[in-house]
């Protein structure tokens, strides 16, 4: 397992970093190595959440390499094939949208952009307040692509936000295996 190389791609849900980072320590304690992303918005935005240095400085500490932030640093993870698998976690609305339109104007889509053309495996955390309004039609979309596979996910609060899903982040790791040999972790909605 010290051969496989997961790139662990953050997006902006800020509220669910403190989540999300035990995972990608967990990962790297499995002996995975871990190469992080950011985007450009979780890399430079201070919120109520945490500090991005502070997130930026974890994410380093966790798995010994400089995050990627950049466009430019994302575009030879397909060329070089650095990566056995690309987790993004969070995943936003706006991120699965750009996905699911073939847009890569963030070092997170770029590096799934240049990942799949090597046809590596993609896993999708999702974390969107529309994941059942807007973002529907993107995580279908998704979800019917070869290779595209995601953490199982539920409404987070189904009587205040009706339409909000999120995944269950400690499932990454089962979820990774499953990645890893080609296949969905069921059940995936629950």
């Given at each position: 397992?010290a051969?496989?190389?997961i790139?662990?791609?953050?997006?902006?849900?800020?509220c669910?970093f403190?989540?999300?980072?035990p995972?990608?320590q967990?990962?790297?304690?499995?002996?995975?190595?871990?190469?992080?992303i950011?985007s450009e918005?979780?890399?430079?935005?201070d919120t109520?959440?945490g500090?991005?240095?502070?997130?930026?400085r974890?994410?380093?500490e966790?798995?010994?390499e400089?995050?990627?932030h950049?466009?430019a640093?994302?575009?030879?993870?397909?060329?070089?094939?650095l990566?056995d698998?690309?987790?993004?976690?969070p995943?936003t609305?706006?991120?699965?949208?750009?996905?699911?339109?073939g847009?890569?104007?963030t070092a997170?889509?770029?590096a799934?952009k240049?990942?799949?053309r090597?046809?590596?495996?993609v896993?999708i955390?999702v974390?969107?307040?529309?994941?059942?309004?807007f973002s529907?039609?993107s995580?279908?979309t998704?979800?019917?692509?070869r290779?595209?596979?995601?953490?199982?996910?539920?409404q987070d609060?189904?009587r205040?936000?009706?339409?909000?899903?999120?995944?269950d982040?400690?499932?990454i790791?089962?979820a990774?295996?499953?990645a890893?040999?080609g296949?969905?972790?069921?059940?995936m909605?629950f």
């Amino acid at each position: 397992m010290a051969e496989t190389r997961i790139g662990f791609a953050v997006t902006g849900s800020f509220c669910t970093f403190a989540r999300v980072f035990p995972q990608m320590q967990l990962l790297a304690e499995k002996g995975y190595r871990v190469i992080p992303i950011m985007s450009e918005n979780a890399y430079a935005t201070d919120t109520r959440f945490g500090r991005a240095q502070d997130w930026i400085r974890q994410a380093e500490e966790i798995t010994g390499e400089a995050v990627i932030h950049t466009i430019a640093q994302a575009e030879p993870i397909g060329p070089k094939k650095l990566l056995d698998l690309l987790v993004i976690a969070p995943c936003t609305g706006n991120t699965l949208g750009k996905l699911a339109c073939g847009i890569y104007d963030t070092a997170p889509t770029l590096a799934v952009k240049s990942h799949r053309r090597n046809d590596g495996p993609v896993l999708i955390a999702v974390s969107t307040n529309d994941a059942l309004a807007f973002s529907a039609a993107s995580i279908g979309t998704l979800m019917a692509r070869r290779g595209m596979f995601f953490v199982p996910f539920e409404q987070d609060d189904f009587r205040g936000k009706p339409t909000s899903c999120v995944a269950d982040f400690e499932k990454i790791l089962p979820a990774v295996g499953a990645a890893l040999d080609g296949r969905q972790l069921q059940p995936m909605v629950f």
